[in-house]
């Protein structure tokens, strides 16, 4: 996996965010710094820091979701209730999106992901 994919998922931050965080040096791989966004690390043999703390990405989640009937297939508030009013709040993160769309009175299940 490229270095700024792995830092993206460990971190919870946008992939050009961690691009700029390799190329200032605060990224080390194998107690290296590391400039280089796109070098290769492996998921549980190299050591990632970042700012000196230990890097582990997350992985993609995928929640199903019974949508009911008034609810609206949005995760941004607008004056209705959205899809993400109904996910518990520790599975709630800010990249996770609706994967299609329901009507706003049609039940059924739905898909959230956070693999884009």
């Known amino acids: 996996m490229r270095l700024d994919r792995y830092l993206s998922q460990g971190c919870g931050m946008p992939r050009s965010e961690a691009l700029k965080q390799v190329r200032f040096g ?3 791989v194998n107690g290296k710094n590391v400039r280089d966004a796109g070098q290769q690390v492996v998921v549980g043999r190299d050591v990632v820091l970042w700012r000196g ?3 582990r ?3 993609h989640l995928l929640v199903m979701l019974n949508k009911p009937e008034g609810v609206i297939t949005s995760t ?3 004056g209705s209730a ?28 739905l ?3 956070t693999d884009g």
Not at 83 to 109: H, Q
Request: charged fraction near 30%; include cysteine; glycine fraction near 10%.
């Open 82 to 109: 959205t899809v993400m009013s109904c996910i518990p709040e520790d599975l709630r993160r800010k990249d996770l999106a609706p994967i299609g769309r329901l009507d706003k009175d049609t039940t059924g299940l």
């Open 76 to 78: 941004e508030e607008g």
């Open 26 to 28: 605060k990224v080390a």
């Open 111 to 113: 898909l959230l992901t």
């Open 53 to 55: 703390q230990v890097v």
């Open 57 to 59: 990405p997350t992985g």
